[in-house]
Antibody, heavy 124, light 111 residues
Framework: QITLKESGPTLVKPTQTLTLTCTFSGFSLSTSGVGVGWIRQSPGKALEWLAIIFWNDDKRYRPSLKSKLTITKDTSKNQVVLTMTNMDPVDTGTYYC????????????????WGRGTLVTVSS | QSVLTQPPSVSGAPGQRVTISCTGSSSNFGTGYDVQWYQQLPGTAPKFLISGNNNRPSGVPDRFSVSKSGTSASLAITGLQVEDEADYYCQSYDTSLSGWVFGGGTRLSVL
């Protein structure tokens, strides 16, 4: 059974750096084709893909946020970490990590299992 | 503005059939990347519902189906039930953005 759980601060101040951790079980990020992505949802808004990391350490970022984001993995701990610098109130929202299932490529695929999400508020 | 375009809302009565459209472009659906649909019940995380080849995870009823044509896709729900009331999102991969894209979401109301 695959599970994912997001953790991190619920409140950050503007200009601070946010660090979120996705701890997962039931799969290995060493297995070909596997990826873990981060998706966020501002209050009342649509889903927005942020970043993804793959079994081969390939990383992709949302172009408009690429300078703010860093995604890393610790395969031994079954964790994926997302850092987002220079936080702004517009970054307030619920952040989800999700398991990506696809072929042995680093494009396409489906986010077939999601964590419950963690709400991050950016406010002074 | 989302790369994939969905209607903001649709509604239907219990037992009826509704469809939710998702319009893409040559850089996503047009390149052959598949469409996925997600259901987000109120106050919960999104859940993978169905993919463009009508592949459904275990537990998703066959009342949900997908059709595709060119750069558009549609999610159909037959035999509408009150528990289907949720937000629905389409998703694909976009080669121009080199990333994963979602539609703006459609709120389904079951009257």
């Amino acid at each position: 059974q695959i599970t994912l759980k997001e953790s991190g601060p619920t409140l950050v101040k503007p200009t601070q750096t946010l660090t979120l951790t996705c701890t997962f079980s039931g799969f290995s990020l060493s297995t070909s084709g596997v990826g873990v992505g981060w998706i966020r949802q501002s209050p009342g808004k649509a889903l927005e893909w942020l970043a993804i990391i793959f079994w081969n350490d390939d990383k992709r970022y949302r172009p408009s946020l690429k300078s703010k984001l860093t995604i890393t993995k610790d395969t031994s701990k079954n964790q994926v970490v997302l850092t987002m610098t220079n936080m702004d109130p517009v970054d307030t929202g619920t952040y989800y990590c999700a398991h990506r299932r696809g072929g042995a490529t680093t494009t396409g695929g489906v986010f077939d299992l999601w964590g419950r999400g963690t709400l991050v508020t950016v406010s002074s | 503005q989302s790369v994939l375009t969905q209607p903001p809302s649709v509604s239907g009565a219990p037992g009826q059939r509704v469809t939710i459209s998702c319009t893409g472009s040559s850089s996503n659906f047009g390149t052959g990347y598949d469409v996925q649909w997600y259901q987000q019940l109120p106050g919960t995380a999104p859940k993978f519902l169905i993919s463009g080849n009508n592949n459904r995870p275990s537990g998703v009823p066959d009342r949900f189906s997908v059709s595709k044509s060119g750069t558009s896709a549609s999610l159909a729900i037959t035999g509408l039930q009150v528990e289907d009331e949720a937000d629905y999102y389409c998703q694909s991969y976009d080669t121009s953005l080199s990333g994963w894209v979602f539609g703006g979401g459609t709120r389904l109301s079951v009257l």
